[in-house]
């Protein structure tokens, strides 16, 4: 088994656990913030639904420059609705599945770098970029995602276990967690 194919299961859980987030995007509050120097609700959830690419980008190139001298910088898809969002979600998950299941482990191994301008922000084998750049900033942005859901009155879904929304504890958890 490579190391892309043991991966697979924590990506399930995880896009799974992503899509049941997003699924609760109001469109109605696309342009909602906490807070001034807080990003849009749009934004935020526009940003999480994207990350799946990068795994795909990631594993199909040796590196990526958003912002090119002389060249396009880096434009996300534009999402105005849930429906959008979710697509574009659904897409770029399967599609970096599909690239992780397929990846060799020389593969993962190789150096990956983001550049901006031309210039190195850093250099990591692709694993690690999957890792910390993929999945770890896509779990941080969706817990950000659930905290605007609180602040909305909008039903947090339980995730890894019940939420204050969703879910009961039974008398033996209620006891452990005190």
């Known amino acids: 088994m490579t190391i892309g194919q043991m991966m697979l299961g924590e990506y399930d859980q995880e896009m799974q656990n992503t899509r049941k987030t997003l699924e609760r995007v109001p469109d109605d509050k696309w342009n909602w913030k906490p807070h001034d120097k807080s990003g849009t609700l749009g934004w935020l959830a526009g940003h999480i639904a994207t990350m799946p690419g990068w795994a795909t980008t990631t594993l199909h190139t040796d590196q990526l420059d958003y912002a090119p001298v002389g060249g396009p910088a880096y434009v996300p898809p534009k999402m105005d609705t849930r429906q959008e969002l979710l697509a574009v979600f659904d897409k770029q998950c399967a599609e970096a599945r599909?690239?992780?299941?397929?990846?060799?482990?020389?593969?993962?191994?190789?150096?990956?770098?983001?550049?901006?301008?031309?210039?190195?922000?850093?250099?990591?084998?692709?694993?690690?970029?999957?890792?910390?750049?993929?999945?770890?900033?896509?779990?941080?942005?969706?817990?950000?995602?659930?905290?605007y859901f609180r602040l909305l009155n909008i039903p947090v879904p339980a995730l890894y276990g019940p939420s204050a929304d969703e879910g009961q504890m039974g008398s033996a958890e209620a006891a452990a967690a005190n």
């Not at 210039?119 to 690690?128: D, E």
Request: hydrophobic content about 50%.
């Open 98 to 147: 599909a690239a992780l299941a397929s990846a060799s482990d020389q593969e993962m191994m190789k150096p990956w770098t983001l550049l901006a301008g031309g210039k190195t922000i850093f250099t990591l084998p692709k694993v690690a970029v999957l890792r910390g750049v993929v999945m770890n900033h896509l779990i941080h942005h969706r817990a950000q995602l659930t905290v």
